[in-house]
Nanobody
Framework: QVQLVESGGGLVQAGGSLRLSCAAS????????MGWFRQAPGKEREFVAA????????FYADSVKGRFTISRDNAKNTVYLEMNSLKAEDTAVYYC??????????????????WGQGTQVIVSS
């Protein structure tokens, strides 16, 4: 099992920045990739970004490309999401996810085996 704990959410003005962290514990050696998803009120959960644990290949949703950066610290078993130029439409609960097996579609939530509890991000306009 892998446990994921997100942190770093909060309230920020439009144009501001936040950095989310997701600390993994447990059988972290089994992690193949990690991702960030978000869910706004009344909307479905959507992909934000993902990173392969080995090699560091990254993937982004078009809506955040150029504004958000995903990175990882293998030594700390932690993945980060640096969010810049935040917009009101970025307001959502952000979830961290981890996949055990090689994933074909990193943007698909079903590819991930473990999920964190989420951290709220509110961007005021």
């Amino acid at each position: 099992q892998v446990q994921l704990v997100e942190s770093g959410g909060g309230l920020v003005q439009a144009g501001g920045s936040l950095r989310l962290s997701c600390a993994a514990s447990g059988r972290t050696f089994s992690i193949y990739a990690m991702g960030w998803f978000r869910q706004a009120p009344g909307k479905e959960r959507e992909f934000v970004a993902a990173i392969r644990w080995s090699g560091g290949n990254t993937f982004y949703a078009d809506s955040v490309k150029g504004r958000f950066t995903i990175s990882r610290d293998n030594a700390k078993n932690t993945v980060y999401l640096e969010m810049n130029s935040l917009k009101a439409e970025d307001t959502a609960v952000y979830y961290c996810a981890a996949a055990r097996l090689p994933i074909v579609q990193p943007r698909r939530a079903g590819e991930y085996d473990y999920w964190g509890q989420g951290t709220q991000v509110i961007v005021s306009s």
